[in-house]
């Protein structure tokens, strides 16, 4: 084959999955819009300020390693998908802090902080590390928005935001497998892979579950709140329930034969995407 037509077969093979382009307008929200709770609204509001630079991390690691890849024409494809739908996460929920900033939080500062942290991480982590904290907060990503698709999306009041968590989750599941993927590409299934998977796993997991439940409470704090007992009690009844779900799933990464695609959520994305009238081809051209 001539390397033109090997360059034109290259660029038709489709992606595994679409990059949407979206651009949420959030000025009508109300101060809590979830279950009009403080102790919900600044929860989901401090997870959320972990995105914008949270997933330009992701995408920095990924990319730090991509060359590497690029024979597996495939997951190469898939790579710049999951690069373009992170991308655009990360201005989404960027755009959402804005608009929050009408009730005075800053959750600005907390992306900012996000960001002292994670760029912290990446100088002192290796490559393969810091693609292992991607590889692991995939997941616990993926564990969390399956239950924002099945019921926790209804908590929340207002139409546009409960539309950009949907859509994100939606995201999340069909991109789960990337990083991953790309993990196990570039260092295999041994016991060598898997003790470095576990162990980053833990880290990752004990610094999400810190720097949400933080954000939580400066939130909170901010908006005069903190000491709201009758909120706090709904929220931890509701997290006591969650959690239930998502331990037994957490730990499912700890198997030494895991995978993400172990799981199927077709049935619950193809009902979220009917919610969100999001109807598409299953072919994706990205670069
Ligand atoms: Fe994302
Ligand atoms: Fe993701």
Redesign the pocket.
């Known amino acids: 084959m001539s390397s033109v037509l090997k360059e034109k077969s290259k660029q038709k093979t489709p992606a595994s999955f679409p990059v949407r382009r979206m651009d949420y307008e959030f000025q009508d929200m109300p101060k809590y819009w979830c279950n009009n709770e403080p102790t919900f609204t600044h929860y989901f509001t401090g997870l959320s300020t972990l995105?914008p630079e949270g997933?330009s991390y992701f995408v920095r690691s990924v990319r730090a390693l991509r060359a590497q890849v690029k024979n597996n024409e495939q997951l190469d494809r898939d790579i710049g998908a999951f690069i373009g739908?992170?991308a655009m996460?990360s201005k989404e929920h960027h755009a959402f802090h804005q608009c929050a900033q009408q009730y005075g939080l800053d959750p600005e500062s907390l992306e900012k902080m996000t960001g002292i942290v994670l760029k912290a991480i990446e100088r002192t982590f290796p490559k393969k590390w810091n693609l292992l904290v991607t590889v692991g907060l995939e997941h616990y990503?993926a564990v969390l928005v399956v239950e924002m698709m099945k019921d926790v999306n209804e908590l929340m009041t207002d139409e546009t935001i409960r539309n950009l968590w949907l859509w994100?989750s939606v995201?999340?599941t069909e991109h789960k497998a990337v990083a991953y993927d790309m993990y196990q590409y570039l260092y295999g299934k041994g016991l060598a892979a898997y003790i470095p998977r576990i162990a980053i796993f833990t880290f990752s997991l004990a610094m999400i579950t810190v720097l949400s439940t933080l954000y939580q409470v400066v939130l909170l704090k901010r908006d005069r709140q903190l000491f709201n007992l009758n909120s706090w009690r709904k929220f931890m009844h509701h997290g006591r329930e969650k959690y239930k779900v998502f331990i037994p799933k957490f730990l499912d990464y700890y198997r030494f034969d895991f995978h993400p695609n172990d799981t199927d959520e077709t049935d619950i994305v193809a009902q979220t995407k009917l919610k969100l009238g999001l109807n598409e081809t299953s072919h994706h051209l990205v670069s």
Request: charge should be negative.
């Open positions: 995105f997933e739908q992170e996460h990503t994100h995201e999340e």
